[in-house]
């Protein structure tokens, strides 16, 4: 099966705000101070699963009292990870090697958790003990559950998030 044959699902900012509770006038300012790219024909404003997945990890880090611009450099990091969990939720559809929708390195793999340390750098482990047990453990200011984020994604949407087409 070739990527040609995924069809994403593309929502409106209203849609949005339901999916990620970032109003449409939170959104509207996150996209005018450039904390959001922007993908639209000038007057309407769309989100791929990706931009769920940003948004929704934007909110969260919102609530814990980080600013946007911290913000942006983690939710760049998680987006892709959380829509690939996302596809492999209950509910979505049967999808054969979902990372082949995502433009990373092939041997490249998800991990199940973002670790923000105390100086809001990422990193990406599989197992929390990995973080904490290695040269890089420091003090951790965050832990994002990216399976969960994925699972979130998937029931707020209540619509699958990519068709099959054969």
Known sequence: MSIDSWKYLFVGAARAAEITGVTEVQQRNLRRRGYMPYRGDGANYSFTPQGLAFLLVLNRLAAFGMGPQDAKKIAD???DAIFYYALRS???PAIKSPEKLFAREADRKFKGFLVVDRNLIAHEVNYLDDFFAGE???????ILDLDTLGEQLTARAAEPLVTVSN
Not at 136 to 142: F, H, I, N, S, T
């Open 77 to 79: 990091e998680a987006a």
């Open 136 to 142: 890089d453990g420091q003090e951790v200011a965050l």
């Open 90 to 92: 209950k509910g979505a």
